[in-house]
């Protein structure tokens, strides 16, 4: 099983910043991508920013230019995100796509989400 946790949410002013972590552990060959979604009150999940094995990212359209997307060897990606603003307010998951074995299957997993508020 992998375990996904999730770190740095809170309630900030619009303009402010925050910097969300995710710890990934457990059984894990190798790691595919790593991206964090989001979900509004009333709005479907959406993807914020993703980054691959490669080192490629891709950001939604909305937050492109204020937030970051990074990872480190140690199975940890981070979502550093600038100029926040009311409608970035939403539960924050992290979810991972990997390998277990050297074999073709890969296995998603998610984060139990952190709350970020972006008010005055």
Not at 40 to 67: C, H, M
Request: hydrophobic share 30%; proline share 2%.
């Amino acid at each position: 099983q992998v375990q996904l946790v999730e770190s740095g949410g809170g309630l900030v002013q619009p303009g402010g910043s925050l910097r969300l972590s995710c710890a990934a552990s457990g059984r894990i060959f190798s790691i595919n991508h790593m991206a964090w979604y989001r979900q509004a009150p009333g709005k479907e999940r959406e993807l914020v920013a993703i980054i691959r094995s490669t080192g490629s990212t891709n950001y939604a359209d909305s937050v492109k230019g204020r937030f970051t997307i990074s990872g480190d060897n140690a199975k940890t990606v981070y979502l550093q995100m600038n100029s926040l603003e009311p409608e970035d307010t939403a539960v924050y998951y992290c979810n991972c796509n990997i390998k277990r074995t050297v074999s073709i299957v890969n296995y998603e997993y998610w984060g139990q989400g952190t709350q970020v508020t972006v008010s005055s």
